[in-house]
């Protein structure tokens, strides 16, 4: 079974329009959102059934008995988190606990214990014929990479019998996306013509040749700039990167979207250059010599 | 000799594991004295660096090689100081594989994946 | 007073919207917290600027001092450690930078050593101080680097600070937050900005912060994050109007006010309506 990840470095490169229309193309059935932070993917694919909800552990976090604590302070003074306050009574505060337990070994009352704490909440639409796997990262958690490897293992275990599944990725370049690179067959990039679209470009690919992942490069809305289109493209040339194509900007595009439609939902320019770009990258993904 | 594998139960019944760090359990086998061991892995449950705690694990039962479907980074370094040898896994069946690799069917595991570098374990 | 924009949903016009604020005042202070793809730089092209070096504290063993005694293996929640055949070995990707390891050591085997994750680089342009955060890529967390963009900013807070956020509403977003004086949310007239708008709405009222929202790229029809707004009582602070010549400013790295009246005029217009608000909010605590 392959793997197919969309990632783009920047914000609204056009990720999940893009994973949407592909997992519509393909037929996919087996598909996951790794956007934990924002996942939007849903927004499309709709899903008909109701899905199996689990609430996701991140890391356990402090709480401090008040009626304990003798108010040494050792434990403020050794968070490395600046986690703990020392107002009325000593407090740690749960958005900035990282779970590391300094905190409970220092205190010489014991006053201190660590608690599971739940981060978000995993789902996964599993119906004989397809399934999707996707999260909801509480706002202000972290360890959101192992949410992300969780939806993947939760893709991966519900297994139908599939060929391919596409993941559709998140922004930037810290450890949710890395997270998701693990065991991708084939990276797509979907960049932006833009100086900040082609810098973070640069940056996620040079992230995802650190995993020894292959790369694929699409560039979207390429007509609102075609100097810069034309820099991505030689940069990939240079770089030795697989270019898969371009999609020109499509005011139809977002009317689909904003429906909840694929592109390719709807007869329109954006879904024509995104199914030659498709058929590229399915080319790629099996290609075993590369 | 001491063979390692991860499990889904604590049967003799049971599936070689699909995942080495988050394994549920460990069953370790003496090839001497014919018989064999379950033990839980500890670090099913962590947020991260399972591989490396589920290898300490293998290291702590003194096993001679281990047999998997799959290795992060992390866990084969651990494993690869210990001198132990990975071997990858055919199959599920926890008879058939300790079989094999007895008749030197089985090959070294060298497909290592670079690792969920702290954010879980596959 | 300091203003921190963000969006929820990546591409809306954070950095569009905070560097040309920053711009159109004059004297202010523009801090690019989106360290994993910064991008305020690439706009401003700031001069003289130093570089810092931001490191994280890795424990590093001497085994020739270490006894085996497993305490720090035992402890380590992010299992960072491993004792293999009398040596101990040290997973630095793994780290959280806990410190709990070299504390509980009996034998005073372990010591600290850094370990350099990005930089925090300063300049300026014109009469903005731009302070812009990089994670080297393959680290995981960015998080050190804006707390320290965050925390040094403090000092020179009577300056007006734009503080441009990462996308999303996860710890980096939080941390970005923490000491804002005001939020700007800026949202795109889409089914996915909309849906967007709603989780960073719930991050900025969890942290109780003033907020007002710049619905950006507007277009004819129907506005979904326009219509969230007005259903929630949302303060809308100002409408930018999708426009091909901005957009072309735009990607070419052009700061807009600097370059066109028009634009000059628009976010003059919203930096005086962000400022009432932000004092209408201060006096209203009072």
């Known amino acids: 079974m392959k793997q197919l990840l969309i990632l783009s470095g920047k914000g609204g490169t056009g990720k999940t329009t893009i994973a949407s229309a592909f997992i519509k193309l393909s037929n996919a059935k087996l598909y996951a959102d790794c956007d934990v932070d924002a996942p939007n993917l849903h927004l499309i694919t709709r899903q008909n059934t109701e899905p199996e909800v689990s609430d996701y552990y991140g890391l356990p976090i402090a709480e401090i008995d008040p009626q304990i604590c003798i108010r040494c302070d050792q434990c403020r003074r050794n968070c490395r988190f600046d986690a703990i306050k020392a107002d009325r009574i000593y407090k740690v505060d749960p958005y900035a606990c990282e779970g590391c337990g300094v905190c409970q070994v220092l205190c010489p009352t014991d006053a201190i214990v660590l608690k599971p704490a739940v981060a978000g909440e995993i789902r996964l639409y599993a119906s004989e014929q397809e399934v999707f796997s996707t999260a909801q990262l509480r706002m202000g958690s972290g360890t959101s990479g192992k949410l992300v490897t969780d939806v993947k293992n939760q893709m991966k275990s519900a297994a139908v019998d599939a060929k391919c599944a596409i993941i559709d990725g998140s922004p930037g370049i810290g450890c949710p996306v890395i997270a998701s690179l693990s065991g991708v067959d084939l990276a797509l990039i979907v960049a932006e013509p833009s100086m900040s679209g082609l810098s973070d470009m640069e940056r996620i690919i040079k992230t995802a040749k650190m995993f020894g992942t292959k790369i694929a490069v699409c560039i979207n809305k390429f007509d609102t700039n075609l100097q810069i289109t034309e820099r991505i493209e030689a940069f990939c040339k240079q770089q030795g990167l697989d270019f898969v194509g371009r999609i020109p900007f499509d005011w139809e595009a977002v009317k689909a979207i904003n429906k909840g439609q694929t592109i390719v939902d709807v007869k329109c320019p954006s879904g024509d250059a995104a199914k030659d770009i498709y058929h590229k990258t399915m080319e790629l993904l099996y290609d075993e010599s590369g | 000799m001491k063979i390692a594998m991860p499990v889904n139960e604590k049967d003799m019944k049971t599936e070689i594991c699909v995942s080495f760090g988050r394994a549920p359990y460990f069953f370790f086998y003496d090839t001497e004295a014919k018989e064999g061991t379950f033990v839980d892995n500890s670090a099913v449950a962590s947020a991260g660096g399972a591989g490396i705690k589920a290898a300490q694990v293998i290291v702590d039962n003194e096993a001679d090689v281990l047999l998997t479907p799959r290795c992060g980074e992390n866990a084969a370094n651990v494993l690869k100081s210990a001198d132990i040898n990975l071997y990858k896994t055919d199959g599920t069946s926890v008879n058939e594989n300790i079989n094999a690799f007895i008749s030197g069917k089985l090959t070294l595991l060298d497909e290592i994946h670079e690792g969920f570098h702290g954010h879980g374990g596959n | ?286």
Do not use: W
Not at chain 3, 132 to 155: A, D, M
């Open chain 3, 1 to 286: 007073m300091r203003i921190a924009v963000l969006s929820g949903k990546g591409g809306t016009g954070k950095t569009l919207v905070s560097v040309n604020l920053a711009a159109v005042a004059g004297s202010s202070t523009y801090i690019d917290c989106d360290v994993e793809e910064p991008n305020g730089y690439l706009f401003f092209k700031p001069k003289a600027v130093q570089v810092e070096e931001i490191s994280v504290r890795i424990p590093a063993v001497d085994n020739a001092l270490c006894n085996g005694c497993r305490k720090c293996v035992d402890f380590c929640k992010f299992n960072a450690l491993a004792y293999i055949k009398d040596r101990l070995l040290i997973f630095e990707e793994v780290c959280h930078s806990c410190g709990g390891c070299m504390m509980l050591c009996p034998a005073e085997a372990l010591k600290e050593t850094e370990k350099v994750i990005g930089t925090v680089q300063k300049g300026t342009s014109d009469q903005v101080h731009v302070h812009t955060g990089i994670l080297h890529t393959g680290e995981v967390s960015g998080v050190p680097i804006i707390k320290r963009l965050v925390g040094e900013g403090k000092r020179e807070s009577k300056d007006l600070t734009l503080i441009d956020c990462p996308p999303g509403s996860a710890c980096i977003v939080m941390e970005s937050i923490k000491d804002a004086d005001f939020c700007i949310l800026v949202a795109e007239p889409t089914l996915f900005g909309s849906h967007n708008l709603n989780m960073v709405r719930e991050l900025v009222a969890l942290f109780q912060k003033p907020f007002g929202v710049v619905l950006n790229k507007c277009m004819e029809g129907e506005n979904p994050s326009e219509k969230y707004c007005m259903e929630k009582g949302i303060r809308i602070l100002g409408r930018i109007p999708y426009d091909g010549e901005l957009g072309k400013l735009n990607s070419n790295g052009d700061i807009a006010v600097r370059k066109s009246e028009k634009y000059n005029a628009v976010f003059s217009s919203l930096l005086t309506t962000v400022r009432e608000e932000v004092q209408h909010e201060a006096a209203s605590d009072t």
